[in-house]
């Protein structure tokens, strides 16, 4: 595992592509909250918060992801690299975990230089005014979490394809619907019980939750079962190859 692990790494940064990704993420993040006018920039605001990161961060997360992700085993299945793969000495499910792991690994490097912003606006606030460490303790794991159903998304979506371009875009999809689709049907057409529920299966509620600095178990629940239900789903493509 470690070896796979090692080299689905060394893999994304071989290429401009990998440096690119992280490079795009900090500048985005960094021109809402420094440059563009409006709310959403601290300077204007006036408040110390990295409120604009956490709120933003998903939706950039929603195209990034997929873009780390659908090379997984997409690329693999067209070079034909996905045979020899599977004939190491390794379970399908562990073959799919490296990969996970990478991409998690990856992701939370390119969260990293995102600290800078937190030391940046601790240093401009005042003492009535300063960051919430709890609140942003907490965003922060929301945010790896949310990063992490978002791989075993775009992994999964990888698994289904040989083409990088439709894994792409399944698995944009496919998170849109789970942080944004029950959060729109609820808030549409559905109240009461069923309401709250379908609130409930959709990411946007659980991530909230815990960028509020509480650590719930339900969200953490929550979280692990959607990232083991799509590496499951991805183990049983793999497995399919066999039947």
Not at 49 to 73: G, K, Q, V, Y
Request: glycine share 6%; proline share 2%.
């Amino acid at each position: 595992m470690k070896t796979l692990f090692l080299k689905e790494i060394a893999s994304f940064f071989s290429s401009i592509t990998g440096y690119l990704i992280i490079i795009v993420f900090l500048v985005v993040n960094g021109l809402f909250l420094w440059v563009f006018p409006g709310e959403m920039n601290v300077m204007d605001s006036g408040y110390a918060s990295l409120n604009t990161l956490f709120a933003i961060a998903p939706w950039i997360f929603l195209f990034l992801i997929p873009a780390i992700t659908m090379r997984s085993f997409a690329e693999e299945k067209k070079s034909g690299s996905l045979e020899l793969l599977m004939t190491r000495p390794l379970t399908e499910f562990q073959i799919v975990l490296s990969k996970y792991l990478a991409n998690l690994a990856l992701t939370i490097v390119a969260l990293i230089p995102t600290l800078f912003f937190y030391f940046t606006i601790s240093q401009l606030s005042s003492h009535e005014n300063t960051l919430d460490a709890g609140a942003t303790l907490g965003s922060y794991l929301g945010l790896v979490f949310l990063a992490g159903i978002y791989i075993s998304i775009g992994i999964f979506a990888s698994s289904l394809t040989d083409n990088t371009i439709v894994s792409f875009v399944l698995a944009v999809l496919l998170c849109f619907v789970l942080y944004s689709g029950f959060n729109s049907i609820a808030y549409l057409s559905v109240k009461g019980t069923i309401g709250t529920f379908l609130l409930n299966l959709g990411i946007d509620a659980h991530y909230s939750s815990i960028g509020r600095g509480v650590i719930d178990s339900r969200d953490l629940l929550y979280f692990i079962s959607i990232i083991i239900l799509f590496l499951f789903f991805t183990k049983i493509k793999l497995d399919s190859r066999k039947w």
